[in-house]
């Protein structure tokens, strides 16, 4: 680490949100991830809170690295499924990202547009190795569309479309556009001001 910038892990190995990371912090922390901490362990996200599962990973990332950590928890809650699927959207069905999005379109199939609903919710804990830590979080509504549209973004944002953008998709956003204003966006904005406190 040779920048003099603060330095801050991410406590994921998922290349799209750290590269988020990178772009909403500019060049004011020094942002690694897991991938460059092996001595992290796995941590099993078993909570039944995006908060709740965002705090034991920030925490184990913390004692493990010695350094502050950030974590988050984020998934899609969709009205018409109760919520679903939640804290489960990163293990909704086996596969990849696209097979998430086509099980959803599936299971929404018969859902008219009015019922389909649904929010984009992140909760981020920031820890550090002596055990505290703060929360925040973040919430962006939309609906499911019928069908993917775009090609930016990961996960489900090929098929949610978001309000006030003119029937556009989250992966038809500019990055810059869609760091402005989504559910991690929200989270990290409320963040920040205990980010920015770790340089000083």
Same mark, same amino acid.
């Given at each position: 680490?040779?920048?003099?910038?603060p330095q801050?892990?991410?406590?994921?190995?998922?290349?799209?949100?750290?590269? &988020?990371?990178? &772009?909403?912090?500019?060049?004011?922390?020094? /942002?690694?991830?897991? $991938?460059?901490?092996?001595?992290?362990?796995? /941590?099993?996200e078993d909570?039944?809170?995006? &908060?709740?599962?965002?705090?034991?990973?920030?925490?184990?990332?913390?004692? !493990?690295? #010695?350094?502050?950590?950030?974590?988050?928890?984020?998934?899609?809650?969709?009205? !018409?499924?109760?919520? $679903?699927?939640?804290?489960?959207?990163? $293990?909704?069905? !086996?596969?990849?990202?696209?097979? +998430?999005?086509?099980?959803?379109?599936?299971?929404?199939?018969?859902?008219?547009?009015?019922?389909?609903?649904?929010?984009?919710?992140?909760?981020?804990?920031?820890?550090?190795?002596?055990?505290?830590?703060? #929360?925040?979080? #973040? +919430?962006?509504?939309?609906?499911?569309?019928?069908?993917?549209?775009? &090609?930016?973004?990961?996960g489900y944002?090929? /098929?949610?479309?978001?309000?006030?953008? #003119?029937?556009?998709?989250?992966?038809?956003?500019?990055?810059?556009?869609?760091?402005?204003?989504?559910?991690?966006?929200?989270?990290?904005?409320?963040?920040?001001?205990?980010?920015?406190?770790?340089?000083?």
């Open positions: 680490m040779s920048s003099g910038s801050l892990v991410f406590a994921t190995r998922n290349e799209g949100k750290v590269r &988020e990371l990178r &772009e909403l912090v500019g060049g004011a922390l020094e /942002v690694s991830s897991l $991938r460059e901490h092996p001595e992290a362990p796995e /941590v099993e909570a039944d809170t995006f &908060e709740g599962n965002a705090r034991k990973k920030a925490l184990s990332a913390a004692s !493990a690295t #010695g350094l502050p950590a950030l974590a988050d928890d984020s998934g899609l809650c969709v009205e !018409a499924l109760g919520g $679903r699927p939640g804290v489960y959207s990163a $293990r909704y069905v !086996a596969g990849t990202d696209r097979d +998430r999005y086509q099980r959803l379109l599936e299971e929404l199939r018969e859902v008219p547009d009015e019922g389909r609903g649904a929010a984009f919710v992140c909760a981020l804990c920031l820890a550090f190795p002596d055990g505290k830590a703060v #929360g925040e979080h #973040g +919430r962006w509504e939309g609906r499911i569309g019928h069908a993917p549209r775009g &090609e930016g973004g990961f944002d090929p /098929v949610f479309v978001v309000e006030g953008k #003119g029937g556009r998709t989250m992966a038809e956003l500019a990055p810059e556009e869609k760091s402005a204003i989504s559910h991690r966006g929200v989270a990290f904005a409320r963040m920040r001001p205990h980010l920015m406190k770790l340089g000083g």
